[in-house]
């Protein structure tokens, strides 16, 4: 059974960079034919896709996201991270890790973590 | 892309049936069978309730029911009772590789 955490600092100032680490347990980010990934809820208001990513190196990001987000996996291959640059008031929301079983694809999350939450203020 | 619009409340009494609409477009919910729907308590993280339109995953209650018509996807829930009282989120693959979220629906048993 995958468990994740994720870890960073709830509090971010407007124009820096957001970095935040997944940590997995109950299995290897480079095992199997999981997908990894991050969503995001901003206060009150629904989930919105950030990233996609499998080991061997495909990762996706959406669209209105990317060009600020990398995500990448440790050596160890039990940690994810993510960072997002140039952040403002409108990034603030709560952050979490997931995983798909879904054979190499990411159409849905069945393993999530218990999100995080991060505000962008000065 | 937009995201699929989901309506903002529903309610029900106990023992009552339920369905939530989500629609899209061709481009995403018209082309795959690649919906989902989460169950999210507050405060909590979303959990997996249906994947690929209608399965259910391990453990899920078989009061929960997905089912596509087109463009349109639907959730029911059967045999409605307190602990159901949720917000409920689909979500679609999309012909871009995007992965795209409703705005959410919440759920009031009354």
């Known amino acids: 059974q995958v468990q994740l955490q994720e870890a960073g600092p709830g509090l971010v100032k407007p124009s820096e960079t957001l970095s935040l680490t997944c940590s997995v347990s109950?299995?290897?980010?480079?095992?199997?034919?999981?997908?990894w990934g991050w969503i995001r809820q901003p206060p009150g208001k629904g989930l919105e896709w950030i990233v996609s990513m499998f080991y061997s190196g495909g990762t996706y990001y959406n669209p209105s996201l990317q060009g600020r987000v990398t995500m990448s996996v440790d050596a160890s291959n039990t940690q994810a991270s993510l960072e997002l640059t140039s952040v403002t008031a409108a990034d603030t929301a709560v952050y979490f890790c997931?995983?798909?079983?879904?054979?190499?694809?990411?159409?849905?999350?069945?393993?999530w973590g218990q999100g995080i939450p991060v505000t962008v203020s000065s | 892309q937009s995201a699929l619009t989901q309506p903002a409340s529903v309610s029900g009494s106990p023992g009552q049936s339920i369905t939530i609409s989500c629609t899209g477009t061709s481009t995403d919910i018209g082309f795959y069978n690649y919906v989902s729907w989460y169950q999210q308590h507050p405060g909590k993280a979303p959990k997996l309730i249906i994947h690929d339109v209608r399965n259910r995953p391990s453990g899920v209650s078989n009061r929960f029911s997905g089912s596509k018509s087109g463009s349109t996807a639907s959730l029911t829930i059967s045999g409605l009772q307190a602990e159901d009282e949720a917000d409920y989120y689909c979500s679609s693959y999309t012909t871009t590789s995007n992965l795209l979220f409703g705005g959410g629906t919440k759920l009031t048993v009354l």
């Open positions: 109950g299995g290897s980010i480079r095992s199997g034919s999981y997908y």
């Open positions: 997931a995983s798909s079983s879904s054979e190499y694809s990411y159409r849905f999350w069945d393993y």
